[in-house]
C-alpha cells in the first residue's frame, strides 16, 4: 500500500507554474518531516526542498529558491510544492517522502516512505 500519492504534474510550457501535491494514504504528515526529490532522465535522483513537522520550510538549490515554495496543509494531510518560471531543466519526474523521524535532509537517507512521482515536463 503507497503511503503516500503525488500529484499534480503535467506540461506546461517555459515560464508557466504547477502546484505538485503529496497527499497521504494513512501516515499523519503532521508527524513527519517531508521532502521533495526530483530526478531528471539520466540523472541521480536530487533533494529540491523539506518541510518539518513544526512547519520550518528549506529550499535547497539557490537558483530556486525565488521560484519554488514548500507548505503543508495538515488539515488535507498533504503537502505542497508550487513551482512558478519553470525552465525546461525542470523536466523530470517529481516525488515526495517522508520522515518519521521528522528530520530534513537533503539525501534520501532516512526517508522511509515515497509515493510513485509525477512527471513534469516543461517544453513549449
Known amino acids: 500500500q503507497l503511503q503516500l500519492v503525488e500529484s499534480g504534474g503535467g506540461l506546461v510550457q517555459p515560464g508557466g507554474s504547477l502546484r505538485l501535491s503529496c497527499a497521504a494514504q494513512?501516515?499523519?504528515?503532521?508527524?513527519?518531516?517531508v521532502g521533495w526529490f526530483r530526478q531528471a532522465p539520466g540523472k541521480e535522483r536530487e533533494g529540491l526542498s523539506c518541510i518539518t513537522k513544526s512547519g520550518t520550510s528549506t529550499i535547497y538549490v539557490d537558483s530556486e529558491k525565488e521560484r519554488f515554495t514548500i507548505s503543508r496543509d495538515n488539515a488535507k494531510n498533504t503537502v505542497y510544492l508550487h513551482m512558478n518560471n519553470l525552465k525546461p531543466d525542470d523536466t523530470a519526474v517529481y516525488y515526495c517522502?517522508?520522515?518519521?523521524?521528522?528530520?530534513?535532509?537533503?539525501?534520501?537517507?532516512?526517508?522511509?516512505?515515497w509515493g510513485q512521482g509525477t512527471q513534469v515536463i516543461v517544453s513549449s
Open positions: 494513512v501516515l499523519r504528515l503532521d508527524y513527519t518531516s
Open positions: 517522502a517522508a520522515d518519521p523521524g521528522g528530520l530534513c535532509r537533503r539525501t534520501m537517507t532516512g526517508y522511509n516512505y
